[in-house]
């Protein structure tokens, strides 16, 4: 077993093991405190049983290293989780409006081009995305990043513009959140009006 | 029992109702909204509202600190993957045709999907 923890080729706090295996850290502990979350009892031995599970899961079923290229901003993350709990409050109130409104609305399909092109960004803003009002997505396109969310009530001007305009606000919220210092300076430029071909 | 005890009980009890009330209203939604896309809308918003509320329903009457931690890991994973299997339907529903009898208003993922022109209001 050789311990590389100054290797530049592996991610930040990881080991190799044996044949190109590798072991990251971060990921095993994060599995070891679900475990004893889920056993809901701090106890050595469940320390101990977790992290030997961890390293066990870890080499069955090796995961790709990925660089995630993961931040953690402490201001940027209680934004968020400020804006997503107020935001399924509204969007929770909206979508019981919609509900029994007996009024026919017309539904559409918006594409909504991202500034951010990371992967782990845009799964992020997708996920965030679908807590908002107005935010179901039908298709995420990696390729020029663009999310494809279904709104209600298309058929109101305004709401195109309203939704794409809340799509580029939780993306901008997620990526001060999480990501680097360039995908922060990618989302400080305002969002290019008219969708299409980046 | 002491009052603060008494008063984390009661608020515990409004918020599991409350949790409760708004997962309900996401069910109904379910029913009365027409098309499977709609009925994505009705599906995850109220219900992971009414998720969160429930689990600081609980928190409130359990008050350990290793419940609160499952809990959050509760909530933290019904988050994170609530999205995923909405999405997944979503656009099962999508591909498959099932966007509502009257059609969608316009389509930008038609457009890109296909290459051709935007057909204004036209039924799929």
Redesign the interface.
Known sequence: MTLKFRDPELPPLSCAVGHGRVLELPLITWLAV?W???W???SWANVITGFAVAVVLCLLFPLPSVDLGLRLHPLGIARLVVHL?WD??T??LK??R???DSR?Y??????VPLRCRSDLMLTAT??AV??V?D???????RSNA?L?V?I?E??DPDAADRARRSVWRMEELTVRAFGDRDEIARVSRAPRPE?GGR | MSGWEQTADTAGAVLLLLGAA?SL??A??ML??P?V??R???A???Q??GM?LVLAGVALRLRSG??L??LG?IGFFQ??T???A??LV??VA?RTGH??R?G?????????LSGRPPADGEPR
């Open positions: 679900v004893v979350l889920l809901g009892n701090l709990l399924m409050y969007s929770g979508v019981s919609q509900m029994f026919p017309r539904a559409a399909v918006l594409a997708a996920v679908s807590n009002p935010g179901s997505v039908v298709e995420v396109r663009t494809f279904h209600l298309a058929d969708g | 708004v209203l996401g109904i939604g009365r909204l098309d896309l709609s994505g809308h009705a995850t918003n109220p992971s509202l969160l290793i419940d931690g499952t890991l988050l994170l609530g999205p995923v909405a999405h979503a656009r999508y966007v509502g009257e969608l208003l316009f389509d930008e993922l038609d457009e890109q």
